[in-house]
C-alpha cells in the first residue's frame, strides 16, 4: 500500500526572517491504522512569516493553495490516510521537495513546539519509534515519526 504526494514550489524572495531561520508548512501525512506516517517540509520564498503562512494554511482547507500547491492521491486497496500541517519556524534547513518519485529514505522524529521545528534523524523508523515511545510525555501533540525524501542540509 502506498500513496503519493506531488508538490510544486514557487516563489523568490525572502527577506522577514533572520539568516539563521525559515518558515516551513511541515506536512504530516499518516496511513490511518498503522504508525507509518511520510513528513513533508514546504517551504516557499513568497511565505516570508507566520501571518502569510497561516493564510496559505486557510485557502490550504479551502483546496485553493496560493503559494504551495500539492496533490493528495488515493492509496488504493481500501486505505486511507490523514494530513496535518503546521506553520513553523526552523533554523533546520531541508532540501527542497523532489515529488512524489523520490525514495522515501529519510527516517525523522518530527516536533513542533510553539511553532519551533526540530527534527532528529534515525537510520531506521524502528528506531524512530522505539525513542518516540520511550519519551512519548515528554513531547508535544504534534510529534511523529515520518519519512521523508528531503535530508536535512548543512547551511
Not at 9 to 31: E, P
Request: aromatic residues 14%.
Amino acid at each position: 500500500m502506498r500513496w503519493c504526494l506531488s508538490v510544486v514550489l514557487g516563489g523568490c524572495l525572502n527577506v522577514a526572517l533572520a539568516a539563521d531561520q525559515q518558515v516551513y508548512i511541515v506536512g504530516k501525512f499518516q496511513l490511518q491504522g498503522t504508525s507509518y506516517a511520510q513528513a513533508a517540509f514546504f517551504r516557499s520564498d513568497k511565505i516570508a512569516n507566520h501571518a502569510v503562512c497561516e493564510e496559505e494554511l486557510q485557502k490550504g482547507q479551502r483546496g485553493e493553495w496560493d503559494k504551495i500547491f500539492h496533490v493528495l492521491r488515493p492509496v488504493g486497496g481500501g486505505a486511507s490516510y490523514t494530513a496535518d500541517y503546521r506553520c513553523v519556524t526552523s533554523n533546520q534547513f531541508f532540501e527542497d521537495w523532489r515529488g512524489n518519485r523520490s525514495y522515501f529514505k529519510y527516517n525523522y522524529l518530527v516536533e513542533v513546539v510553539n511553532k519551533e521545528l526540530n527534527v532528529q534523524a534515525f537510520s531506521s523508523p524502528a528506531k524512530c519509534l522505539k525513542a518516540y515511545r520511550k519519551n512519548k510525555a515528554k513531547f508535544s501533540s504534534f510529534a511523529f515519526c515520518g519519512k521523508s525524501n528531503q535530508a536535512i542540509k548543512e547551511k
